[in-house]
C-alpha cells in the first residue's frame, strides 16, 4: 500500500541557497503560485463585464464577495468594512490551498504547519497592531474584562492573557490538522483498492469496489470540509478582528 504520508513531502523543483539559507523553489510554493494565480484570474475575468445581469462567472463572484462581506459585517459590525480586503484574502488562500490539494498529484500546502502557521501569526500581528493603533495602550483593557471583581481579576488576566497569545497555535493546528487527517484516509481507503486489485486479481475488481465507493463518498465530504475549514478559519479571522475593534463594552 502506498505511504500515505508521501503526499505531504515538501519536494525540491528549483534549488537556490543565499547567505547560507536554503530559499529553494518547492511544490508547496509552486502550488500557491497556482492559488494566487487561479484566484486573480477568476476574479479578473468574472469581474471584467460588471454586467447589470451577471453571467455564471460574475453571479459566483458575487456570491462569494457578499458571502465573505456578511462574515464581517456580522461577526465584526460596520467597523469591519475597512478590513474586508484583509478578510477577503485570507479566506481565498486557505479555501484554494484547500481545494487545489483535492487534484490528483496536486499538493496542499494547507496541511503544513509551517504555511498555517505563518497564515496564523500573521492574522494574530496584524489584529494586534490595529487594536494597538485604534485603542492605544487601552488596547491591553481586552485581557480585563469589565464586571469583574479585582480578585478575581489576578486569576481572570493570566487566563485572558494566554487565550489571546495561544490563538496562533489553535488556529494554524486546526486547520492543518483536519487537511492532513481527511488526506491521510482518502489515501489508505484508495490504497485498499488497488492492493485488492493486485492480490485478487479479477475477483478484485469485484472486492474493491466497496473501498471505492466509500472514497468516492469521502471525497464529497473532503471537499465540504475544505469549504468548512475556509470558513471556520475566516470566521474566528473575524472574531479576533472584532476584538480589537470593540473591545469590552
Known amino acids: 500500500m502506498a505511504d500515505p504520508i508521501h503526499q505531504f513531502e515538501i519536494k525540491e523543483l528549483a534549488f537556490f541557497e543565499l547567505a547560507g539559507v536554503n530559499l529553494s523553489f518547492t511544490n508547496s510554493a509552486?502550488?500557491?503560485?497556482?492559488?494566487?494565480?487561479?484566484?486573480?484570474?477568476?476574479?479578473?475575468?468574472?469581474?471584467?463585464?460588471?454586467?447589470?445581469?451577471?453571467?455564471?462567472?460574475?453571479?459566483?463572484?458575487?456570491?462569494?464577495?457578499?458571502?465573505?462581506?456578511?462574515?464581517?459585517?456580522?461577526?465584526?459590525?460596520?467597523?469591519?468594512?475597512?478590513?474586508?480586503?484583509?478578510?477577503?484574502?485570507?479566506?481565498?488562500?486557505?479555501?484554494?490551498?484547500?481545494?487545489?490539494?483535492?487534484i490528483p498529484y496536486s499538493f496542499t500546502y494547507t496541511s503544513h504547519i509551517a504555511v498555517t502557521g505563518i497564515l496564523a501569526v500573521a492574522i494574530f500581528l496584524t489584529v494586534t497592531v490595529f487594536g494597538l493603533f485604534r485603542h492605544g495602550?487601552?488596547?491591553?483593557?481586552?485581557?480585563?474584562?469589565?464586571?469583574?471583581?479585582?480578585?478575581?481579576?489576578?486569576?481572570?488576566?493570566?487566563?485572558?492573557?494566554?487565550?489571546?497569545v495561544i490563538r496562533p497555535v489553535t488556529l494554524s493546528v486546526r486547520l492543518c490538522a483536519n487537511m492532513i487527517a481527511g488526506h491521510m484516509v482518502l489515501k489508505v481507503f484508495a490504497g485498499f483498492c488497488v492492493s485488492m486489485f493486485a492480490a485478487f486479481g479479477a475477483a478484485g475488481l469485484f472486492l474493491g469496489i466497496v473501498p471505492m465507493a466509500f472514497n468516492v463518498l469521502l471525497i464529497g465530504f473532503e471537499i465540504v470540509i475544505a469549504i468548512l475549514q475556509a470558513y471556520v478559519f475566516t470566521v474566528l479571522t473575524c472574531i479576533y478582528l472584532k476584538d480589537s475593534v470593540e473591545l469590552h463594552h
Open 137 to 164: 495602550t487601552h488596547f491591553f483593557s481586552l485581557f480585563s474584562p469589565p464586571g469583574v471583581p479585582l480578585v478575581l481579576k489576578i486569576l481572570v488576566i493570566p487566563v485572558e492573557v494566554l487565550s489571546f
Open 30 to 102: 509552486l502550488w500557491m503560485l497556482i492559488a494566487v494565480a487561479t484566484s486573480f484570474l477568476f476574479l479578473a475575468t468574472a469581474i471584467r463585464e460588471k454586467s447589470m445581469v451577471p453571467n455564471r462567472l460574475q453571479a459566483f463572484a458575487e456570491v462569494l464577495y457578499e458571502f465573505v462581506a456578511g462574515m464581517v459585517r456580522e461577526n465584526v459590525g460596520p467597523e469591519g468594512r475597512k478590513y474586508f480586503p484583509f478578510v477577503f484574502t485570507v479566506f481565498m488562500v486557505v479555501l484554494m490551498g484547500n481545494l487545489l490539494g483535492m
